[in-house]
């Protein structure tokens, strides 16, 4: 089984003015891995509502162009929610290097080295992956804290939560 894998959706400020990993741009938390055989603008959007019931929605959503991304339905749903969709350029991925970052992770830690012997499955060992990537990995962009221990510091500092949701196929 080869599914096609889809969303990632990763949590992170919106405040580019940054120098020192207490104020990085991104917690670097990998928020949402969900795999399917196509993903569609509709799919996306659903998953994107979905998320929007656990944490706010960004101003602002970073994509790719991808037919998925640049179609009514994501561009509907944008619409409603008041979030405006900011598309990189075409080719151009380091415009989106936090996900390509995270991206190239998951393909090397997980799809190559994987076999998905059903959607259920695939499911699962992305969700430990995910998990894993957030809870025991310490980054050394965040000081070498890991993603959810990064998060944690911030909200007893008072910083305001991570609010830009930055996705991406891959």
């Not at 938390?29 to 656990?54: N, W």
Request: a neutral charge; aromatic letters at 8%.
């Amino acid at each position: 089984m080869d599914p096609k894998f889809g969303t990632r959706v990763r949590r992170g400020d919106a405040d580019p003015t940054h120098s020192s990993p207490k104020a990085a741009l991104f917690t670097q938390d990998s928020g949402l891995i969900e795999p399917d055989f196509s993903v569609t603008g509709k799919k996306v959007a659903r998953v994107l509502e979905q998320l929007s019931h656990e944490h706010p929605l960004p101003a602002v959503i970073t994509v790719a162009n991808g037919s998925e991304f640049a179609g009514k339905n994501l561009d509907a749903w944008a619409y409603w929610k008041k979030v405006r969709l900011e598309f990189i350029r075409p080719g151009k991925p380091v415009e989106n290097t936090y996900i390509e970052s995270v991206n190239g992770r998951l393909r090397g830690e997980c799809l190559n080295d994987q076999v998905f012997l059903s959607m259920e499955d695939a499911r699962a060992k992305l969700e430990a992956w995910r998990l894993d990537y957030n809870e025991q990995r310490p980054h050394s962009s965040l000081g070498n804290l890991t993603p959810r221990e990064f998060a944690q510091t911030r909200s007893e500092l008072g910083a305001a939560p991570a609010q830009m949701l930055n996705f991406q196929l891959a």
